[in-house]
């Protein structure tokens, strides 16, 4: 499936990627691990490595997702309410 266009507009190549920050990936890694964190319970959730690659795929497309309304610089961004967009979305 192609990338959503507002998913497109913050895509980077690896080289840019590289001089502006971590990659994406990473970033939903601390996500990830930052939910983990939050979590009040007994309930035994498996570390990043153990997740399958759909997982790991949805917690990246959240923290693009998020980027993308961070990065607007408006407090009404279009973003919101594009949630759906991101259905069926793989990285570049």
Request: proline share 7%; with cysteine.
């Amino acid at each position: 499936m192609e990338t959503p266009a507002h998913a497109r507009e913050h895509d980077t190549d690896a080289e840019m990627q590289a001089m502006a920050g971590p990659a994406w990936r990473d970033v939903a890694e601390s996500a990830y691990k930052a939910f983990l964190a939050c979590l009040d319970s007994d309930e035994s959730w498996p570390e990043w490595d153990k997740l399958d690659a759909e997982e790991q795929t949805a917690w990246e497309a959240a923290v693009r997702h998020t980027g993308n309304i961070l990065n607007s610089g408006t407090a009404d961004s279009p973003y919101f309410g594009k949630e759906k967009d991101w259905k069926g979305w793989s990285p570049p």
